[in-house]
């Protein structure tokens, strides 16, 4: 599904843990490292799908993070000719990507990373949450910084509610 100016809708997942470092995948039989993602399918809503990516990607599952927050808007990113598939050239231009950030509630025994017959990585890791951009494959570096840049403001906000918490409790 391309919507009229050439992009495709997609999800873009960033599950960080309880020290606020983040899930870096890399891709199957490659040397490149990276979030999450995976198209929205028609007439599902971007949430739905990043549950259903989650869980193909990751072998995660609801009961296993909490949505800290999401993109207000769409990021958009433009993919290479290179990078295009034959049959979707001259009308598909990139993805345009509602990214989530999750806090991972489960823990790391329960990520599974051959969830599905076509595993997206072959081997994960947490890392601090300011990824070094530079293993991110160039067209994606800059909605990367965006999204990084966006949702943080989640991170520190937990932090916040959590010492009202335990200053209420005591």
């Known amino acids: 599904m391309i919507d009229r100016d050439g992009y495709r809708p997609n999800v873009g997942i960033i599950i960080c843990n309880s020290k606020n470092e983040v899930f870096w995948g890399k891709r199957v039989r490659e040397h490149s490292w990276q979030f999450p993602q995976g198209g929205i399918k ?56 509602i990214w989530y950030l999750l806090r991972l509630v489960g823990r790391d025994c329960d990520v599974h990373l051959r969830a599905s017959s076509k595993p997206e990585f072959d081997a994960w890791r947490w890392h601090d949450y300011w990824v ?15 999204a990084l840049n966006e949702l943080a403001k ?17």
């Open 42 to 97: 028609s007439g599902e809503t971007p949430e739905r799908a990043m549950y259903r990516e989650l869980q193909e990607e990751v072998g995660l599952d609801e009961r296993h993070v909490r949505i800290l927050g999401r993109t207000r808007d769409w990021l958009r990113y433009e993919v290479p000719d290179q990078w295009i598939r034959r049959d979707w050239r001259g009308n598909y231009r990139g993805q345009k990507q």
């Open 132 to 146: 070094p951009l530079e293993s991110v494959i160039e067209f994606k570096r800059d909605v990367y910084q965006q």
């Open 154 to 170: 989640y991170l520190h906000r937990q932090r916040s509610e959590k010492r009202d918490h335990v200053a209420i409790a005591r």
